[in-house]
């Protein structure tokens, strides 16, 4: 059974890498994170599987197609339901193996997945609150005062007008949310409108952003890199040009980014402040601005 | 005229071929043969309009880039495809074959309520134009086009969306009523109207199929009006069921829909599991294997069917014992579905098999259908569940579920008793130019969306990154191989319909029961003195 899954797995993973080539991309993307390698090995398990039993039974179809036929003179039997002890029992096997393979084989991993995809309460290095609104994502670092908005960059003549489309068509933002590679991120998400989905394949997490209300979920990069993704829940008339752009660097260059971030929302809060007769304290600095400011604070830093 | 006018009161009688032509006598009739086959029509009809409309929306995606479909019409496409090929196609499609056979398999003169069910159908046609109207009255650029909010209608997008939502909520009404009526009239008709001795384990498999789906719908059809009248509220009254500032909940929503939404999974392929077996048996020329297994997994769909509807949500926010809960209770409906599989195999090993347009098309159910219950063995699982959802891994299951029982079973059926209505034999070359053409087309639109689906391509969106043009491409020609397929079935029945092999009582040498037993075409008034069941 091993030996079989083991053999399953290989030429699957085969089959990705040749088709991966050809620029058909046929699996999960390569997964950073430990809930998207729990995921990866969930679903390569899964297909390992499911594609054994289908075609098992196929096959078994194929073999009953050719020899009980009329045209080769088969005479049909008369049994309509298992009548002895043998019989029961090759009768109810198949679902012996079935339970086997869906609480067991399946069931098992499936619930230690669940557990880790749901760790969002354990300390966590960083807190990032991802808002969606119609058409955009919001990102903000609540302890660092940081907040910024992250829209679609792509040019409209190459969407409507077939001008050459760049590599990272529909998927390239002005803003990046950027996070340190290694670190427990857990994020908070909600929404201003509607409701959107925050997805990147890589790193195997899809949360809804419900407007009213806060839903979490986490992720740990483990590779510097740039990594996309889509909204996911149907937002409207731009849903598809809504995407997720995330630059994962060292924890050096993440402090730096963050610092020229702070700079700049300084910069570009200091006016706005200045009519304000008592100076806000800085506990109330570092909470997140409205939406609203924050685009009006961006566009000024601009 | 005035014969029509005296004579043509919507009742039973016995005088056969009563109505002199004229459309009077459709609007008219409570004959359930009538009637039937004015459901398969208006079903078929509308799977040519929500085939039309994602072949616009399959041409859009054939390349990256904003071709044909501007963002708002493509929504407003993919949203009446969705609900005009559940309610629109597959729900009257398999409505109309109860119609007409269920009489006909269960021994009785008619169905049970005939005015009723004449009522039933005439909702229909007005229902599937308030669905589409705004649609069509958009594209000649009035008002803001039909409901665009996917057939979910998740609030809030669809308290934000324009006055074809509204339109929407009342088409959902009026299907609403329509499901419900014929849903009695199945129910009384099963449970009172069988020929004497035919005790309810002895009744036809496809009659027990459409029992459930009848249970089924009246349980949740009046969960999902309310539902849409909640939405009707918070877009006209000021409540806020679903708008969290006055204390609603958005996800409120998703559950209502899906407590709906998934119950009509098994809506649509009961009716379809109950036809197949007859089918199986024969052409495999060998009775039914596990009649009672079949039965009791009937049962047991519907029931789980009832309390699963949240793995539609697992990206929703759930607590954890919710994820664990609907992720093993979702696992547990491949039980009966495995005894149905099992059955079905069974029922064809070692039978003395010939292969006819209806039992290709029955087998081609089953294979294609099984890949469609496998991958949602993958789905079911709550942590991988998000890699999946809403990406068109999912489409491609779903369509895996949906195309091969509630399409490819009801053709099987239509061509399996097509000779009993038209009383001509079907044209075998023709049927299998449609069957492999169906196969072909089918796998080479949903192959490919599997693929780019784990690639990462979510759904619902009008245009793509490139790394997804490949797949979408084949997927696109796929597409249209498949609508080609559904014209090669309408040239074929109509064709039947036209002429052909006089087809004999009991058309196919293998088939069994009393549908069989009357002549074909079968007379417009059957079983007036019911058959005695030993």
């Known amino acids: ?302 | 005229m005035a014969h029509d006018m005296t004579h043509g009161l919507p009742v039973a009688d016995a005088h056969g071929g009563h109505y002199n032509g004229g459309w009077i006598r459709w609007l008219e009739t409570t004959n359930h043969k009538d009637i039937g086959i004015m459901y398969l029509i208006f079903g078929f009809v509308m799977l040519f309009v929500g085939g039309g409309m994602i072949l616009t929306v399959r041409l859009e995606l054939f390349q990256p880039g904003l071709q044909f479909v501007q963002p708002e019409l493509f929504n407003q496409l993919i949203t009446l495809h969705g609900l005009v090929m559940v309610f629109g196609f597959a729900m009257p499609a398999a409505t109309g074959l109860a119609n007409y056979m269920l009489p006909l398999m269960i021994g009785a003169p008619d169905m049970a309520l005939p005015r009723l069910n004449n009522w039933g159908f005439w909702i229909l046609p007005p229902a599937a134009i308030m669905l589409t109207l705004p649609f069509f009255l958009g594209l000649m650029g009035v008002g803001p086009g039909a409901v665009d909010t996917g057939w979910t209608l998740y609030a809030p997008l669809s308290i934000q969306s324009g006055w074809g939502m509204d339109f929407a909520i009342f088409a959902v009404h009026m299907l609403g009523v329509s499901s419900i009526l014929g849903s009695i009239n199945v129910i009384v008709t099963i449970l009172n109207m069988r020929a004497p001795g035919m005790t309810l384990m002895k009744m036809p498999l496809f009659a027990h199929g459409f029992l459930m789906t009848a249970v089924l719908l009246i349980t949740i059809m009046p969960v999902f009006a309310g539902g849409v009248t909640m939405v009707l509220m918070d877009r006209h009254f000021d409540t806020h069921f679903f708008n969290a500032a006055g204390g609603g909940d958005p996800v409120l929503w998703q559950h209502i829909f899906w407590f709906m939404g998934h119950p009509e999974v098994y809506v649509l392929l009961l009716p379809i599991a109950g036809a197949l077996p007859h089918v199986f048996s024969a052409f495999a020329r060998k009775p039914i294997y596990g009649y009672k297994a079949q039965v009791y997994s009937f049962w047991a769909i519907a029931g789980l069917g009832l309390v699963v509807w949240a793995h539609h949500m697992f990206t929703s926010g759930m607590s954890f014992g919710s994820q664990i809960y609907f992720m093993y209770i979702t696992m547990a409906i491949s039980f009966p579905l495995a005894v149905l599989f099992f059955c079905w195999i069974a029922t064809i090993w070692k039978g003395s098999m010939s292969f006819e347009t209806p039992m290709l098309f029955a087998l081609g159910s089953l294979v294609l259908f099984g890949w469609g219950g496998v991958t949602g063995l993958a789905l079911s699982d709550a942590a991988a569940d998000p890699q999946y959802h809403n990406a068109y891994f999912m489409v491609a299951h779903f369509h895996y579920a949906f195309y091969p029982t509630a399409v490819m079973g009801a053709m099987a059926a239509v061509y399996y008793w097509l000779p009993k209505w038209t009383g001509h034999m079907l044209n075998e070359s023709i049927g299998k130019v449609h069957f492999w053409l169906t196969i072909i087309g089918f796998n080479l639109t949903f192959i490919p969306q599997f693929f780019v689906g784990l690639a990462g391509m979510p759904r619902r969106i009008p245009d793509y990154p490139v790394m997804f043009a490949e797949w979408n491409m084949l997927s696109s020609i796929g597409a249209f191989i498949l609508g080609t397929a559904h014209l090669v079935f309408v040239y074929n029945v109509i064709k039947n319909i036209r002429g052909g092999e006089k087809a004999q009582d009991k058309a196919w040498e293998g088939a069994e029961g009393l549908e069989w037993t009357v002549p074909s075409p079968a007379p417009y008034h059957t079983f007036e003195t019911p058959p005695v069941i030993k």
Not at chain 1, 102 to 125: N, R, S
Not at chain 1, 181 to 205: E, L, M, Y
Not at chain 1, 225 to 239: D, F, I, N, V
Request: aromatic share 12%; net charge neutral.
């Open chain 1, 1 to 302: 059974m091993h030996f079989f899954y083991k053999l399953g797995l290989g030429l699957w993973v085969a089959l990705m890498s040749v088709t991966g080539h050809a620029g058909y991309a046929f699996n999960l993307p390569e997964p950073v994170t430990p809930i998207a390698r729990e995921t990866l090995h969930m679903h390569n398990l899964v297909m390992v599987v499911i594609l054994f039993l289908f075609f098992a039974v196929f096959a078994m179809l194929i073999y009953s197609f050719y020899t009980h036929r009329k045209a080769v003179g088969h005479k049909a039997a008369t049994f309509t339901g298992p009548t002895n002890r043998k019989q029961w029992l090759w009768a109810l096997s198949p679902f012996a193996l079935l339970f086997v393979i869906d609480y067991g084989v399946f069931g098992i991993p499936a619930y230690h997945a669940v557990v880790l995809y749901e760790d969002t309460k354990t300390d966590a290095d960083l807190v990032v609150k991802v808002t969606g609104s119609q058409w955009m994502w919001q990102y903000d670092f609540p302890s660092e005062g940081v907040s910024y908005t992250s829209r679609l960059v792509t040019p409209r003549d190459q969407i409507d007008s077939g001008a050459a489309k760049g590599a990272h068509y529909l998927l390239e933002v002005d803003n990046p949310l950027v996070l340190p590679v290694g670190k427990k991120v857990r994020f908070i998400t909600t929404s201003n409108d509607v409701i959107h989905s925050w997805w990147v394949p890589a790193f195997g997490v899809k949360r809804d952003a419900v407007p009213g209300f806060l839903r979490e979920f986490w992720a740990t990069v483990e590779k510097t890199g740039t990594y996309r993704g889509q909204c996911s829940e149907l937002c409207g008339k731009e849903h598809g040009f809504m995407p997720v752009v995330v630059n994962v660097v060292s924890q050096q260059e993440f402090a730096a980014w963050l610092v020229s971030k702070k700079q700049a929302a300084a910069a570009a809060a200091a006016p706005v402040e200045t009519p304000v007769a008592t100076p806000a304290p800085a506990a109330a600095q570092a909470e997140p601005a409205p939406a609203k400011a924050v685009v009006v604070a961006k566009s000024v830093a601009q």
